[in-house]
């Protein structure tokens, strides 16, 4: 990486220019020691310029139509005047392109927009173990300027628990037909949606998407709120044909204004931040380890016992722990 | 939980009795701090039991037939002598009924089933933030007899790299049409499976599954070899019907089979527990933090820091650990 100064970056992020923006950003997910020393003293730097966004966390089952709601959706928040960076949280969404098979280009259009950012996740992402900085490259976004930061996440799996930690606002894109199973709807993502939206619906299929809308409310009905006098909605639409989008914007806007006058806006990312914390005490625990030589050789020890298959791992970690705290 | 000593479960685990099992296996994937220690001391004494087994990873999206497979295959497998595990990664996989819209039981007839222990993730799983810990119910079921086990997870994120940290073969279970975005392939995946089965397989749609196989046959070229000496098999079939099971059932053997005579079954198994232990390792540190009174007051000061929003959190989260390192 280009050696750029702290202050080279902080005055890039400030004045808006993408590609340092870009490097800002590739510092904050790099785990090398002197890249963490940097990227603490610019996060530290810019923390006073963050917060001020509305922080939107967008999934759905790959074919939902994420990257064209996310398309349409963004560019109805610039036509509004606002800034949108788009991040992901990881590398099997539609903004990663690694797709084998096909290859089409995403976010065409919103890519081209002077006030558009869009960044996917690392591609080495989890599969390389690189820490997971989303959280970090929304607070670069947020001191740029950007206002309105959606962030993309696939359907399944544990990723919606770390959008949903990061975020203001859960929107969940489902589409209509082939059963509950392949839409991936799970009592946990229930739980966390806070607007739902039927994408793809088209006259042929509107019966069967106000069924589903109905099947969905009567669903919902049976779950604790998680915000005080919030009914989650369900709007049907079509993201392609920019229909129901104006819908969804409205209720993003009145749900963060519910949030602002229960007092829960400031307090949901009071705990955020506490998580994130907790987040980065493992991960920093791990990086130093490995980094000083004297807790480096009772930790290999300790591995050593446990690739070799004589003990098995979890005792071995309890051990090197133990010793680890008491040093 | 009922309390019963270390020596009862072991015996429980070792005369095969299923509800010991299981509560063995609910103790090992506890957090509390009396529960660790019990659970350390069981997976100690177990230790020289396992690592008999074959260890097989499915996946594939919601709606791919992974219930069916695994239902049918299970019971090839049983037909065969062997005795079968179960197990599942994430709370979103067909394992754990916790759909909202249907309620359909599944694996029926593998659970009855004698030599068959099926067991889901815990449901609070990653929603509630529990370990990670079907390695050591891997570990619990080994011990008790079962050689085949054979672990479910959701085709898409994380989870799959989850699988293939802990399996020695990978299985992907693919359906035809809905495009590749529908069906999550993305380069990560690809890279880490040693099988594929084309599933649901019928005479109407045998042209299109032929294409589909060149088509992956094609894709899979280009990719790095995972395994000295394999090329990746696409198989067709039905898991419904029991057709094309067989196959699946050689190829594991022909993969295993190679693996030892690489040298690599063994040397993957031994990373395997290294990854383990470095999981371990941060597990406990956050227990320990958690536990101890001195270091608990300045766990709460830096972690206050960052939830006042005050200064970043990964900031904040640095500044404790070099403390606690310090101590």
Redesign the interface.
Known sequence: MENLSTKELINGIKSGNKRLIGKAITLVESKKPEH?TQ??EL??EI?PL??KSIRIGITG???AGKSTFIENFGKLLISKGKKVAVLAI???S?L?K?????DKTRMEELSKEENAFIRPSPTS???GGVANTT??TM?ICEAAGYDSILIET??????E?LVSDITDVFLFLKIIG?????????????EMVDVIFINKVEEENTIKAKNTKV?LLR?LHFLPSKEKNWKVPVLLGSALKNIGLEEVYLKVEEFISLKLKNNTF?KV???Q??K???????????Q??KE?KS?ESF?EL??KN?????????????I???K??K?
Chains 1, 2 share one sequence.
């Not at 690694?98 to 096909?102: F, T, V, Y």
């Not at 446990?306 to 309890?318: D, G, H, R």
Request: glycine share 12%.
């Open positions: 963490r990227a603490e996060l530290k923390m963050t917060g089952v790959p074919g990881d590398p099997s539609s990663n690694g797709s084998i098979l096909g992402g989890f599969l959280f970090e607070m696939v359907g399944v799996g544990q990723s628990v082939g059963g509950d199973e392949l839409q991936g709807i799970k009592r946990g993502i229930m099947e669903a400031e990312r009071q705990s931040a506490e994130r914390f907790d987040y980065w005490v493992q991960e920093y625990i791990i130093k380890t000083e807790v930790y300790h591995k446990a690739s070799e298959l004589k003990s098995n791992p979890s005792s071995e970690a309890k090197f722990v133990e680890l705290l040093k």
